[in-house]
């Protein structure tokens, strides 16, 4: 098993799916996890603090910040939040446009440039890992925002990568594909589940365990040397 005994991560977007397996993976790898949501959490996990964030909101944003410093390392940092609106490109609206840049690719840009400028003055190594998606590689109807935004987010990994090599700080995207999740499962039919999973070569949607892994792996020890890539997590999907 993974070893991030005396690390600690960050991971906004953690109450849910994708981002609360992540933030279970680590802390079962004995990592100390800060955990992002928009909404507080009754019972966190253990080695699991969970700090309020709207990055939608200037404010909370800045509050968020000030609690980071306050923290005396930062090893991990994993831009997982984000928000889809879904909307045809002669509907939509300027404000989900704005707002979905502003979560999906704005937000993750503070607070690595946040993070980054913690990693870079108290050591010389860190992972950070943005969650992109399956929809930054190829696209499909009403994503004109989301993939927007999710390819933007793989470019600013690229950029990041290079700024942050000298730093031995690795920086890779993330892109899952169809992932069985609470929210999957509350905007899809089981029959519409089943003819997506028919699409997939390995015919069924990914756990969230499954993807957490992968990122648990990219932000460990054990990945040295890969830096600036995207993953694809997606049962060979976009292959197809």
Known sequence: MLNLRGKTAVVTGGTRGIGKAVCEAFAGAGCNVVATGTQ???KPGARIKYLKLNLL???????FLGELSKLKQIDILVNNAGINILESIDRIEDTSWENILK?????PMRISRAVAAIMMKKKNSGRILNVSSIWGIKSKEKRNAYSASKTGLIGLT???ALDLAPFNILVNALCPGFTSTELTKSMLTKPEMLKLARQVPLGRFATPGEIANTALFLCSDMNTYITGQSIIVDGGFVIR
């Not at 909101?57 to 509050?63: E, H, L």
């Not at 979560?103 to 937000?107: A, D, H, K, S």
């Open 57 to 63: 909101d200037d404010g909370s944003i800045a509050s």
């Open 158 to 160: 690229r950029a990041m």
């Open 40 to 42: 507080a959490v009754d």
């Open 103 to 107: 979560v999906n690719l704005t937000g």
